[in-house]
């Protein structure tokens, strides 16, 4: 079992940035897929970027260069460095350890952090 606890959501005007972190309560190492969802009202939660095993990064269509995912197996962190925000980022994001899909055997979600971008 692991617990994850997110933590840096806030509010933020648009184009402005936001440093998401997820600390794990065991090692991640062993987890090929750490990443990050979100869920905005009334919409479908969705991947937004994941970090493999490997070191390789992945992102939604969406993110279009403005996020950045990184790992520290060393400290079970997972952090998303969010930069040029915008209102349609809007949502709860959310950590997750583990992707079956992704060859991950179990999956977990922290309890999620809410970002809100507005003027």
């Known amino acids: 079992q692991v617990q994850l606890k997110e933590s840096g959501g806030g509010y933020v005007q648009p184009g402005g940035s936001l440093r998401l972190s997820c600390t794990a309560s065991a090692n991640i190492a062993g987890i090929n897929a750490m990443a990050w969802e979100r869920q905005a009202p009334g919409k479908q939660r969705e991947l937004v970027a994941a970090a493999l095993r490997d070191g390789s990064a992945h992102y939604a269509a969406f993110v279009q260069g403005r996020f950045t995912i990184s790992r520290d197996n060393s400290k079970n962190t997972v952090v998303l460095e969010m930069n040029n925000l915008r209102p349609d980022d809007t949502a709860v994001y959310y950590c997750?350890?583990?992707?079956?899909?992704?060859?991950?055997?179990?999956?977990?979600w922290g309890q999620g952090t809410q970002v809100t971008v507005s003027s």
């Open positions: 997750n350890a583990g992707r079956p899909g992704l060859g991950d055997n179990n999956a977990y």
